[in-house]
């Protein structure tokens, strides 16, 4: 069974070691589309880095990641800007799909959860004529509410798509089963962001009962209570057929070798995630 399907996201596979390790390591299991973090490009060099994708032929799904706009004062707001456009740069070199954002969350000490959202719009209303001259699509990727304080004042899918409504052209969402599945306009608005194009990227692990740790906890496709199947076809009925991008934050998986956890990967991607 063809693997163009499946991508790994390299906090997957942290733990086993540089770009080009974790890129040898994929290939080796048949995997050709990878969505890596900033700082694991940034520990080889650019250049070096979109060597090794353009010598491997390997896509990239998404750049992880954009946003964290709100701040408390312009400086910081200044800072957020600049450090997106790196990052946009960073996702067009590599040819990513998309620039995956979260957005960010409340300014240290602040209470107005309203005014980060607007810090949210006014930084992406600013980044984006950038990210269109690169070619470079601008992914809101909603967070389950847990992280609403200090991570994404954006939750819902309702809310992302909203503002990609308003901010027009070049802006969309990246679906993570693990934080939307419990919404129940779900259908909805997958459905909605399907009608528009605005989907960019679906991630998948799934959620574990009970989950120890809301960050470094998620499951393993299979092991929890999202209904993966399910989920897939909804997202390929809104015309999505893009690669299922693996996305596991966790420490038991981290602390396995990498063979295990992409051999894990690959069998769950065949036996439990397809449509």
């Given amino acids: 069974m063809s693997l163009e399907g499946l991508s790994i996201n390299f906090a997957t596979i942290k733990q086993g070691g540089s770009f080009g390790k974790l890129v040898d390591a994929c290939l080796a299991h048949g995997i050709t589309t990878i969505s890596p973090w900033r700082d694991q490009i940034h520990a080889v060099g650019l250049d070096e880095a979109a060597r090794i994708v353009a010598q491997n032929g390997i896509g990239l799904s998404g750049h992880c990641r954009g946003g964290f706009f709100p701040a408390i004062d312009e400086e910081g707001r200044r800072a957020a800007i600049e450090d997106n456009k790196r990052a946009v740069d960073e996702a067009a070199a590599m040819k990513a799909d998309c620039l995956v954002l979260v957005v960010g969350g409340l300014p240290a000490g602040s209470k107005d959860i309203k005014g980060a959202r607007q810090m949210v719009e006014d930084g992406m209303a600013e980044l984006l004529p950038y990210a269109r001259k690169a070619g470079v699509p601008l992914a809101i990727e909603p967070l389950h509410p847990f992280y609403a304080a200090d991570r994404a004042c954006f939750n819902t899918l309702r809310q992302s798509l909203d503002l990609c409504d308003r901010l027009g052209e070049g802006t969309g969402v990246a679906i993570?089963?693990?934080?939307?599945?419990?919404?129940?306009?779900?259908?909805?608005?997958?459905?909605?962001?399907?009608?528009?194009?605005?989907?960019?990227?679906?991630?998948?692990?799934?959620?574990?009962?009970?989950?120890?740790?809301?960050?470094?906890?998620?499951?393993?496709?299979?092991?929890?209570?999202?209904?993966?199947?399910?989920?897939?076809?909804?997202?390929?009925?809104?015309?999505?057929?893009?690669?299922?991008?693996?996305?596991?934050?966790?420490?038991?998986?981290?602390?396995?070798?990498?063979?295990?956890?992409?051999?894990?990967?690959v069998q769950r991607y065949r036996t439990v995630c397809q449509a």
């Fill in 176 to 265: 993570d089963v693990y934080h939307v599945w419990w919404d129940p306009e779900l259908e909805q608005q997958v459905a909605r962001a399907g009608r528009n194009g605005q989907i960019l990227a679906h991630h998948i692990c799934d959620w574990l009962v009970p989950t120890k740790d809301p960050l470094n906890d998620r499951g393993m496709m299979g092991d929890g209570v999202i209904d993966l199947k399910g989920f897939r076809t909804m997202i390929e009925k809104a015309g999505f057929l893009g690669p299922q991008e693996v996305e596991i934050f966790s420490n038991n998986w981290n602390a396995q070798p990498v063979d295990q956890v992409l051999s894990t990967v």
